[in-house]
């Protein structure tokens, strides 16, 4: 029927019907005709199960679940007729607006230094510049990338599945505000704040290979990740646009995702979901690092680096969240209430992960806390503006808890996802979403406990959408590099040091020091250590001590 409230019509999607019928035809057995014989149509239903039997594997399978369960939830919600809105003009501009999202864009780009800092301290200290390299290189890759097509696919008109390139080298996005995307700001402010979450997003993945993928490899895998999987999850969630017919009416369009109804505020599928999936699969096809032991977690190489990159991605996501109200105005209420969400779902989790550290541990670890803090950042992103401050508490504590839990796992799984980027993002992700569909409770959308059931199958719905696409596109991708440049770092380069065998650089020279200390006997180190002494009476001054 029609939604008077929104001015659109709610209809049952003919793609998933017509999808739906090609697995049930496909999979189902169909009688053979009543006039021939019993014994055949024995004969004849044997047959048919052994060969579906052997048809169906494990990505055939998890499609056809998928396709069940959108039919289950019974419609689609489709885009529809709506009021025109006036014609963009700069003097609809809103300053506050405007200074808040260019602000919020600068919090955001501050994230994937934040990101360097954070999985540089957890390495060993001699592939600390490596793997701060995997983050900071896609500040320059992901940018020409958005530039040249990667903004057109995720947001410009096109189909519900694809967008297209009409905005190509950011054509006709300049100073003239969007109808859809902020009518109070400049489109391309809309298409800077957008870029900073494209450059973050796949730098995620670089955690679960860290310290033994090829930094080559590593460039052409987020470059093609960012085409085939980063722009299409944006273009199914976050694209709208505005069709002016010739009759005087206009229509809504959507991506499919968005019709369909899934809430995703500030990227708990577009971006975390996706990115700790498609790490873990990226673990299982570059392979372990050398020696690794899941019984032993290696000893992270700079905690200070950790604590001070989960600082800066801490007051970064403020920005991440707060400025995704963009598109609903910029500067008001709803970015102040997912600014308050994000501290206080991260404070939770800080203080969650602490907690239970010292009760399984004895120890209150820097490291974890510093980890937990970040899962309670990524569990409340899908629904900081969808949700009252109080509840941002269970996100948090639910968040911290299921994730550290998750951890316990990494003995059964025995794939060596470096720096948990699975059970941070991947689980953290996947909690929040789920969660939102249970407490959502604003302008964007209701969840079951606010009087809208349905919402709880369309995030799970949704969920395994974005596995299902980011998991099979990763392995693809991964695949056929690896048939042709390779993935993994030979041994020898490993153990001598990824910064210096393959940047030529180091970030201390405290292993040259140990080294040569090491090479060094005891007759050569004493007069060494002797012409270091000081001569004459020795005078006891505490502020002198560190020279001698």
């Keep these: ?213 090829k930094f080559k490899s590593y460039i052409i895998f987020i470059f093609l990740w960012s085409t085939f999987v980063y722009d299409t999850m944006v273009h199914w969630m976050w694209s709208t646009w505005t069709e002016y017919r010739s009759d005087g009416t206009c229509y809504q369009h959507n991506g499919w995702l968005r019709d369909f109804g899934a809430l995703d505020y500030a990227g708990g599928m577009v971006i975390h979901v996706s990115s700790g999936f498609s790490a873990l699969v990226a673990a299982a096809m570059v392979g372990k690092r050398v020696g690794y032991d899941p019984k032993n977690a290696p000893i992270p190489g700079n905690v200070p680096f950790v604590l001070l990159g989960s600082a800066l991605l801490w007051f970064g996501w403020l920005g991440f969240n707060g400025g995704s109200a963009g598109k609903s105005g910029g500067a008001n209420g709803i970015a102040a209430i997912a600014l308050a969400n994000t501290s206080i779902s991260g404070a939770v989790a800080f203080l969650t992960w602490l907690l239970v550290d010292v009760a399984i541990r004895k120890q209150p670890s820097a490291v974890g806390a510093a980890t937990g803090a970040i899962i309670g950042l990524v569990c409340v992103t899908p629904a900081s503006g969808f949700i009252d401050p109080a509840y941002a508490i ?64 369309i995030q799970v719905a949704a969920i395994l959408i974005t596995i299902a696409l980011s998991t099979i596109l990763t392995a693809l991708i991964l695949l056929v590099l690896k048939k042709t440049i390779g993935l993994t770092l030979d041994s020898h380069i490993i153990e001598q040091g990824i910064d210096q065998q393959v940047h030529g650089e180091k970030h201390s020279m405290e292993d040259d020091i140990k080294e040569a200390l090491s090479q060094l006997t005891v007759q050569e180190a004493l007069p060494e250590l002797t012409n270091a002494l000081p001569t004459g009476p020795i005078h006891y001054r505490p502020w002198e001590f560190d020279n001698y």
């Design 1 to 213: 029927g029609i939604n008077a409230e929104y001015g659109r019509q709610k209809i049952v999607s003919n793609k998933i019907v017509q999808t739906t019928s090609f697995f049930f035809e496909r999979y189902t057995l169909r009688i053979p005709s009543s006039r021939k014989s019993s014994l055949h149509k024995k004969q004849w239903y044997q047959r048919r199960v052994r060969g579906v039997q052997k048809e169906r594997s494990a990505s055939e399978r998890m499609v056809v679940s998928v396709v069940v369960l959108l039919s289950l939830i019974g419609y689609v919600r489709g885009g529809g007729v709506v009021p025109c809105p006036k014609s963009p003009s700069v003097d609809d501009i809103d300053p506050g607006d405007t200074a808040w999202l260019v602000f919020a864009s600068a919090l955001v780009l501050l994230m994937t230094p934040g990101l360097a800092f954070f999985y540089g301290g957890l390495v060993k200290s001699k592939n600390i510049l490596n793997t701060l390299m995997l983050s900071f290189s896609a500040m320059g890759l992901i940018v020409l990338h958005w530039v040249l097509f990667g903004y057109s696919f995720a947001f410009a008109p096109g189909s519900s599945i694809f967008g297209s390139f009409k905005w190509g080298g950011l054509y006709k996005v300049g100073v003239l505000p969007s109808v859809d995307y902020g009518p109070t700001i400049p489109h391309i402010a809309h298409m800077n704040f957008e870029l900073m979450f494209a450059i973050i997003t796949p730098a995620l993945i670089s955690g679960g290979i860290v310290e033994r993928v």
């Design 394 to 457: 269970i996100f948090g504590f639910v968040g911290a808890g299921l994730s550290y839990l998750s951890m316990r796992l990494k003995k059964v799984i025995k794939l060596d996802d470096s720096l948990d980027v699975f059970y941070c993002h991947g689980v953290g992700g996947m909690v929040g979403s789920f969660m939102t569909g249970l407490f959502a409770n604003g302008d964007g959308g209701v969840g079951a406990f606010f009087g809208n059931p349905k919402q709880i199958g």
